[in-house]
T-cell receptor
Framework: DAGITQSPRHKVTETGTPVTLRCHQT?????MYWYRQDPGHGLRLIHY???????DKGEVSDGYSVSRSKTEDFLLTLESATSSQTSVYFCAISESILSGGAYEQYFGPGTRLTVT | QKEVEQDPGPLSVPEGAIVSLNCTYS??????FMWYRQYSRKGPELLMYTYSSGNKEDGRFTAQVDKSSKYISLFIRDSQPSDSATYLCAMIDYGQNFVFGPGTRLSVLP
């Protein structure tokens, strides 16, 4: 998994509680991404980061926030979890196309989150 | 209309068959095209990527891009049971925006 770890790997939580998922990389890649994957929708981008403290919203960012205080760590927080946020969450990393880096993304193993 | 359309399958073929997987897209700004393979309960892994229209071959896999028709394909020759997985197409513009298709689930039967 290209030096990407996610924690926790599985989590069950109750509606209304805050949840934080962690992504850690050892590749020193500039870009980091959080996706959710749901049947029929494929991978949908939640937030991404293009450097330390530089983040931007993706397609499905409502109800989620992110932080990146170090190159290697990207945190995803569900501020008040809802059942609609039950999903598999994937972190990914990539380098910059414009800097001549690789354009492929490398994915972590995923976190299965269930909100009851 | 979604930016990237892909038949979700499932697609079942006998071992040794040629498999054709396809995606269509609507955004002409997409410049790079990729195919990912995802095994059950795993993260996607990159199979192939291509930039221009035309064909690119890697072993049993051939990626084909037709930018004029906004259509990309992945062909798998001599398919094996180990090829059973979900195949995701992905595209990116110069803005570092990756867009994925929903995936096609493939089963290769021994």
């Amino acid at each position: 998994d290209a030096g990407i770890t996610q924690s926790p790997r599985h989590k069950v939580t109750e509606t209304g509680t805050p949840v934080t998922l962690r992504c850690h990389q050892t590749e020193n890649h500039r870009y980091m991404y959080w996706y959710r994957q749901d049947p029929g929708h494929g991978l949908r981008l939640i937030h991404y980061s293009y450097g330390v403290k530089d983040t931007d919203k993706g397609e499905v960012s409502d109800g989620y926030s992110v932080s990146r205080s170090k190159t290697e760590d990207f945190l995803l927080t569900l501020e008040s979890a809802t059942s609609s946020q039950t999903s598999v969450y994937f972190c990914a990393i990539s380098e910059s196309i414009l800097s001549g880096g690789a354009y492929e993304q490398y994915f972590g193993p995923g976190t299965r989150l269930t909100v009851t | 209309q979604k930016e990237v359309e892909q038949d979700p399958g499932p697609l079942s073929v006998p071992e040794g068959a040629i498999v054709s997987l396809n995606c269509t897209y609507s955004n002409s700004a997409f410049q790079y095209f990729m195919w990912y393979r995802q095994y059950s309960r795993k993260g996607p892994e990159l199979l192939m990527y291509t930039y221009s229209s035309g064909n690119k071959e890697d072993g049993r896999f051939t990626a084909q891009v037709d930018k004029s028709s906004k259509y990309i394909s992945l062909f798998i020759r001599d398919s094996q049971p180990s090829d059973s997985a979900t195949y995701l197409c992905a595209m990116i513009d110069y803005g570092q925006n990756f867009v994925f298709g929903p995936g096609t689930r493939l089963s290769v039967l021994p």
